[in-house]
């Protein structure tokens, strides 16, 4: 079983930038592909970015060249650098990791999801 912690969320103002850690444990890190999703008030819960174990990438249009996803397989963990934030970025950010190389946003595809943190882009 794998298990997942989010961290680095909180307030910042539109042009900023803040990073997410996703620290995991429970199964070899290395062979995970980890993605990032998020969930603002009102709505469903979108991908962002994953990542596979050969460090392909791959983005939902809205957040490429202003996010990018990485690992650290000596930290088993994966961060989301975000940069230029807007308001519309707002929302509760999982990640979640799935033992498939393909880089999927199907949420169905991620079997192992963290509890979330909250990040609030202020205009």
């Known amino acids: 079983q794998v298990q997942l912690v989010e961290s680095g969320g909180g307030l910042v103002q539109t042009g900023g930038s803040l990073r997410l850690s996703c620290a995991v444990s429970?199964?070899?890190?290395?062979?995970?592909?980890v993605g990032w999703f998020r969930q603002a008030p009102e709505k469903e819960r979108e991908f962002v970015a994953t990542i596979n174990g050969g460090y392909s990438t791959y983005y939902t249009e809205s957040v490429k060249g202003r996010f990018t996803i990485s690992r650290d397989n000596a930290k088993n963990t994966v961060y989301l650098q975000m940069n230029s934030l807007k308001p519309e970025d707002t929302a509760d950010y999982s990640c979640?990791?799935?033992?498939?190389?393909?880089?999927?946003?199907?949420?169905?595809?991620?079997?192992?999801w963290g509890q979330g943190t909250r990040v609030t882009v202020s205009s």
């Open positions: 429970g199964r070899t890190f290395s062979r995970l592909t």
């Open positions: 979640a990791a799935s033992t498939s190389p393909f880089l999927g946003r199907a949420q169905e595809n991620y079997s192992s």
